[in-house]
T-cell receptor
Framework: GDSVTQMEGPVTLSEEAFLTINCTYT??????LFWYVQYPGEGLQLLLK?????DKGSNKGFEATYRKETTSFHLEKGSVQVSDSAVYFC???????????FGTGTKLQVIP | SAVISQKPSRDICQRGTSLTIQCQVD?????MFWYRQQPGQSLTLIAT?????????ESGFVIDKFPISRPNLTFSTLTVSNMSPEDSSIYLC??????????FGPGTRLLVL
């Protein structure tokens, strides 16, 4: 079945540092890939998505590229802020109103 | 996207009781989903709810424990029945308008004593 593997946290960075959170997936066919973010005490928000190979999703300075050859969708941001502290979930969907498969989540803490 | 609300936002319940969680969307949607997020864990799908048909449950979840209603295209409820401390979780509903992306509600934080 489908699965998502993402790097374990927590990840602690200083403000303005470069962020990478690794995500790889296993799926049949051509899934859509997502990054969701969960701020403390809140629900999940869609951060970005990519629906086909080589697509780059971007939002709020975050970006991730759908790499079919390496089955990866790594999240990056050039300069993190304290307000980026949250849990980040990599996820995939086979589309057509199918369920979303989530990774285990990576907690990011940004310190001033 | 749309505005998705859940009620209650949080609750503390006694074991053996039941809690019904509501999910309201501000526009019509075909598919609604219910997820559970246990403390410090990722999300697990409980069931998929289509309007006008019975919910489809994932392995490990049964209708007697988690009955779901979907009376119209903007509303659904999930009941957590005969609760035990192991049911303490965040329960989230999500919606999918186009078969491409799911959007999530703010979640209901449940603590069972």
């Amino acid at each position: 079945g489908d699965s998502v593997t993402q790097m374990e946290g927590p990840v602690t960075l200083s403000e303005e540092a470069f962020l990478t959170i690794n995500c790889t997936y296993t799926a049949t066919g051509y899934p859509s890939l997502f990054w969701y973010v969960q701020y403390p005490g809140e629900g999940l928000q869609l951060l970005l998505k990519a629906t086909k190979a080589d697509d780059k999703g971007s939002n709020k300075g975050f970006e991730a590229t759908y790499r079919k050859e390496t089955t990866s969708f790594h999240l990056e941001k050039g300069s993190v802020q304290v307000s980026d502290s949250a849990v980040y979930f990599c996820a995939l969907s086979s589309g057509g109103y199918q369920k979303v498969t989530f990774g285990t989540g990576t907690k990011l803490q940004v310190i001033p | 996207s749309a505005v998705i609300s859940q009620k209650p936002s949080r609750d503390i319940c006694q074991r053996g009781t039941s809690l019904t969680i509501q999910c309201q969307v501000d526009s019509q949607v075909t598919m609604m989903f219910w997820y559970r997020q246990q403390p410090g864990q990722s999300l697990t799908l409980i069931a998929t709810a289509n309007q006008g048909s019975e919910a489809t449950y994932e392995s490990g979840f049964v209708i007697d424990k988690f009955p779901i209603s979907r009376p119209n295209l903007t509303f659904s409820t999930l009941t957590v029945s005969n609760m035990s401390p192991e049911d303490s979780s965040i329960y989230l509903c999500s919606v999918d308008f186009s078969g491409e992306t799911q959007y999530f509600g703010p979640g209901t934080r449940l603590l069972v004593l």
